[in-house]
């Protein structure tokens, strides 16, 4: 995907980037090609592998839902800033949150957003599970993201704690979405949420299967949830 395919295709999904925003991708890319030299932050470099896989690919989350509004999100797991980054170009309002277990990926996530000029842009080098425990972000947060973390089960009880009641968790999937989300129904009851609409698309030009999941929190999480670090992963709520 180049970029006038980048910018073609999400002009068609009612997203018009100006010159700045445009500026900001190019300069997104050449600090994450650079970065990743030093540090693994990703497998995909090729200019156009990048926009179609990481830049274009995150931006289909506002396909399904309108985040043209000052929403706080809490993006956990972002690693090298997907899908929170490229909807924040796309959404200046945003105000955007970042967890992230390596330190490293904080340090360049801080350097991007300065690089960048993105404004309300907050990084965290914490655990999902304590981050969640936390009063001052504990059910803060009218969106939570995850792109492709951990299968389904184990992305609820890391993200429903962080949604304030009446927001969404949004979980960007790959294949085998479904079988995932019906095995994680009971845990994201438990978590106090309900999936409210599953969507599927198929990414331009290699055509694999992507899955956009919303689900809605209506009651507080128990207080036990987040369980401490590593227990969610070996022992998921199923």
């Not at 009063?135 to 947060?141: C, F, L, S, T, V």
Request: hydrophobic letters at 40%.
């Amino acid at each position: 995907m180049n970029i006038e395919q980048f910018t073609q295709l999400l002009e068609e999904k009612g997203i018009t980037l100006s010159s700045k925003q445009l500026h900001q991708f190019n300069r997104y890319y050449e600090l994450l090609v650079e970065w990743n030299e030093k540090m693994n932050l990703t497998a995909i470099t090729e200019k156009n592998d990048v926009y179609l896989k990481h830049f274009f690919d995150s931006a289909t989350a506002s396909f399904f839902f309108d985040f043209n509004q000052p929403f706080s999100i809490c993006d956990v797991g972002a690693g090298a800033g997907f899908p929170s980054i490229p909807l924040k170009i796309c959404f200046p309002e945003l105000k955007v949150t970042i967890v992230d277990s390596l330190q490293k990926r904080i340090t360049f996530l801080e350097n991007l957003a300065k690089e960048l000029e993105l404004e309300n842009t907050f990084f965290y080098h914490d655990r999902a599970e304590t981050f969640g425990k936390n009063p001052e972000h504990r059910e803060q947060y009218d969106i939570v993201t995850a792109r492709a973390v951990a299968r389904m089960s184990v992305l609820s009880e890391l993200c429903i704690p962080l949604v304030k009641q009446g927001g969404v968790f949004i979980a960007m999937k790959a294949a085998n979405a479904k079988e995932e989300l019906n095995s994680s129904l009971k845990a994201i009851s438990i978590l106090g949420a309900e999936v409210e609409k599953s969507y599927s698309l198929t990414l331009p030009f290699e055509e694999s299967e992507r899955n956009i999941i919303v689900i809605r929190k209506n009651k507080q999480t128990p207080k036990k949830y987040p369980r401490k670090p590593g227990t969610p992963n070996k022992m998921p709520l199923e």
